[in-house]
């Protein structure tokens, strides 16, 4: 009897254990199996039983996947475009959060729910009147209107989350700073923004992963090769290169490694600020 | 802006002519900074609404006037506007593939949205249960799966899922179902929907269950120590505490799936472009299809739009609790 209960405790202990560890393996698999095949040689990967730990290393997709043509335009592209936008968007978003924030006008409430609903905005089936308004401007396969869609795409969510990153800071610093005789935008710089680094850092994290993974946009605007982004070159990779998985899964790590990394870094950032970014606004 | 700050301006300094002219300019700058204070958080806005106005705005009305418009690609390479009233709409409520296309969108969507929120709220609580090191060790691994790039996430179920040489395929086989050994995932609507409703629903469930692990975290130990004080059991102290304490963010991220899950235009599309035989096609790839790749533009932007309004009522009871939560706290 005590024996089975004993048993039954022990199994009660165990179980989330079990669970989580298989839970693990599941979600990561997808993930390693991507790096797997990368570094494996072709006849690792093109065989009857699949070879779950390679060990025979080789570089030679990486080297298929960086000598493809444009590689290194569309980095320069993706890194250009992608850090431009984030940075508009940070210095916009910086302004009007602060204002929505810290001050009491007419008009607040609605501005802060418009901006809520921008959040929303459905860009992806949007994308024909884009099309027609960037092809009117004459500006197809251009890297600008890009930069500019982006910066607006990731803009409410960065608005919003700075907003509550700056309401958090307490108002008394910001005046005490202004008895002691700094102008209103001089204790902005000196003692809010100092503080508000973190929150920057998870929302341009943010920022920066939609406009990096942006993949409608950029297939409608930019048909040209070499004004393209990594997202299409990407999924064009296994037509192009004739189902060479190497390669394919090559491409795919060396888009998805920047993404990863700044995750696995800021993971705990990332949360706090989606969760204050997404849920609440 | 000047002129605005010149009118006011000139009552005060009018008043204080009789106290000698010595104080008149600090008052003045005074009055003249109470005024740009005013005129501050406008100006502060301005970049923001301009950008939204221009960038999402205009965008958003172009699309509607688009969709009153026969544009194919004569008027598109001549440059014509042809208005031709409802037209699109007619045509687009009257066709049986467009709605279609909706339901299938619809039930794509809820399928996915009650996948990801059971499994998510399973993982969560699973993770409020762990010890810190195998808590970590299934973070680091959600993290990994949420990180992962949707374009080069679909990539990697495409090779997952390979008809040759896929690991499932092989899996498959070696667990006795032989007839699955070569089997084509992407060659019918129903696979193909589970291949990608796999991803999306393997790339969604971390958002779900590391937010609602953190929500737990808040709910005060008093809650659980006054329920057992009470003789709740582990049961009723889950549904009388924990429930009724997730029940908001449950709610609000139920409506966040719908809305990313219901514009899943890259996964659907890159997987295998809304094939075979356009039966995979969602309503965003169905708009861009119709619209960009049949060059039908007036006829895509009917359906965009119709997309928007559909989603719309597919998240009003959702956009109406959260503009009244904020109304209530400004």
């Known amino acids: ?281 | 802006m000047t002129v605005q700050t010149e009118r006011p301006d000139s009552r005060p300094a009018e008043v204080l002519k009789a106290d000698g002219g010595e104080r008149r300019a600090p008052r003045r700058t005074a009055a003249a900074r109470a005024r740009t204070t005013a005129l501050a958080p406008y100006l502060l806005l301005f970049p923001a609404l301009a950008a939204t106005l221009l960038l999402l705005g205009w965008p958003l009305v172009k699309n509607g006037l688009l969709s009153f418009q026969n544009l194919n690609m004569r008027q598109l390479i001549q440059h014509l506007t042809e208005w031709n009233g409802i037209d699109n709409y007619a045509e687009v409520l009257a066709s049986s593939e467009f709605w279609r296309v909706a339901v299938r969108s619809v039930l794509f969507t809820g399928a996915n949205v009650v996948l990801i929120m059971i499994f998510g709220t399973l993982v969560g609580l699973l993770l409020a249960r762990l010890g810190s090191k195998m808590r970590l060790t299934l973070l680091i691994g959600l993290v990994l799966a949420w990180a992962m790039p949707p374009i080069a996430g679909t990539t990697v179920f495409q090779w997952l899922f390979a008809q040759r040489f896929g690991v499932v395929n092989w899996v498959l086989d070696k667990l006795g179902f032989h007839s699955m050994a070569d089997h084509n995932w992407l060659g019918t609507q129903f696979s193909t929907f589970a291949v990608v409703t796999l991803l999306i629903v393997w790339q969604s469930i971390p958002f779900v269950a590391i937010n609602l692990y953190a929500a737990t975290t808040t709910i005060p130990k008093e809650l659980y120590e006054a329920a057992s004080l009470d003789g709740a059991g582990a049961w009723t102290s889950f549904t009388s505490v924990t429930m009724p304490f997730l029940r908001p963010f449950l709610l609000a991220t139920t409506f966040l799936e719908v809305i990313w899950v219901f514009k899943a235009f890259t996964q659907v599309f890159a997987i295998n472009e809304g094939g075979p035989d356009r039966l995979t096609e969602i309503l965003p790839v169905y708009a861009y299809i119709e619209g960009f790749g049949n060059q039908h533009f007036g006829m895509g932007s009917a359906i965009a739009l119709l997309t928007i309004v559909i989603l719309l009522a597919l998240t009003s009871y959702y956009l109406r609790i959260v503009l009244k939560q904020e109304e209530d706290e400004l």
């Not at chain 1, 298989?22 to 494996?40: E, G, H, N, Q």
């Not at chain 1, 607040?108 to 884009?130: D, S």
């Not at chain 1, 060479?244 to 920047?258: E, H, K, N, Q």
Request: glycine share 4%; net charge positive.
């Open chain 1, 1 to 281: 009897m005590s024996r089975s209960r004993s048993t039954a405790s022990r199994l009660r202990r165990i179980w989330p254990n079990a669970l989580a560890t298989v839970l693990t393996l599941v979600f990561v698999f997808p993930v390693y199996w991507m790096f797997a095949t990368a570094f494996k040689p072709t006849g690792d990967i093109i065989s009857e039983d699949p070879v779950w730990f390679p060990l025979d290393f080789t570089f030679e997709h990486f080297q298929t996947a960086v000598t493809a043509d444009n590689f290194w335009t569309l980095v320069r592209n993706s890194v250009t475009v992608t850090g431009l936008a984030v940075l508009f968007s940070l210095v916009i978003a910086l302004l009007a959060s602060f204002a929505l924030a810290r001050m009491r006008f007419k008009g607040r409430r609605g501005f802060i729910i418009a901006f809520m609903l921008a959040q929303m905005a459905p860009w992806e089936v949007m994308v024909i009147a884009i099309y027609m308004l960037v092809r009117d401007a004459d500006m197809l396969n251009s890297l600008v209107p890009l930069t500019l869609f982006y910066m607006m795409m990731v803009l409410p969510f960065t608005l919003l989350t700075l907003r509550g990153f700056v309401g958090a800071i307490p108002k008394d610093l910001e005046e005490s700073a202004m008895v002691d005789g700094c102008s209103r935008p001089q204790a902005f710089i000196k003692v809010i923004l100092p503080l508000l680094a973190p929150g920057l850092m998870a929302t341009s994290l943010f920022g920066f992963i939609t406009a990096w993974n942006e993949f409608p946009m950029v297939l409608i605007l930019n048909k040209q090769a070499e004004a393209q982004t990594l997202p299409l070159w990407i999924s064009k990779f296994q037509t192009v290169f004739g189902d060479d998985w190497g390669a394919t899964m090559a491409a795919s790590s060396l888009f998805a490694i920047p993404i990863l990394l700044l995750f696995l870094f800021l993971q705990r950032k990332a949360v706090s600020g989606l969760t204050a970014g997404a849920v609440k606004g």
